[in-house]
């Protein structure tokens, strides 16, 4: 039966700057494609969340760019936290699937892994 599930994933740029926020969003985007076999036809909405010190580029720009030039997609500031990670880009994706929760795949890359560890 087909529900609406959510796929997590986080990364972080190298930098502030707009190559540097696209080039880590475009990995994160694809890792979690070929991880999940993810369809346009099949996101119901993505949201990105970047902490404030990234202001150079919206993640959603480079997603569109690689994959989703339909998907409803947006971007947003995470909450600031005291010693939170920095230069983080968060991603929950939420789509239509068959797919038992337990069989989707979350990625955490670069500096994100440390939030999964």
């Known amino acids: 039966m087909t529900a609406c599930r959510g796929i997590r994933g986080a ?10 926020i696209h080039a ?15 369809e346009e036809d099949s996101l119901a909405a993505v949201f990105f969340t970047m902490t404030p010190d990234l202001d150079a580029a919206f993640p959603a720009t480079a997603a569109r760019r690689l994959a989703w030039a339909n998907a409803p997609l947006i971007d947003t500031a995470q909450v600031v936290v005291e010693g939170s990670l ?23 890359l670069k500096g994100a892994k440390e939030l999964r560890a």
Do not use: S
């Open 11 to 20: 990364t972080t740029a190298d930098a502030n700057t707009e190559e540097a």
């Open 24 to 38: 880590a969003t475009t990995e994160l985007v694809q890792a979690l494609i070929d991880a999940n076999g993810l």
């Open 86 to 108: 920095p230069h983080c880009i968060r991603i929950l994706i939420l789509l239509n699937t068959d797919k038992e929760p337990k069989d989707l795949v979350f990625k955490y």
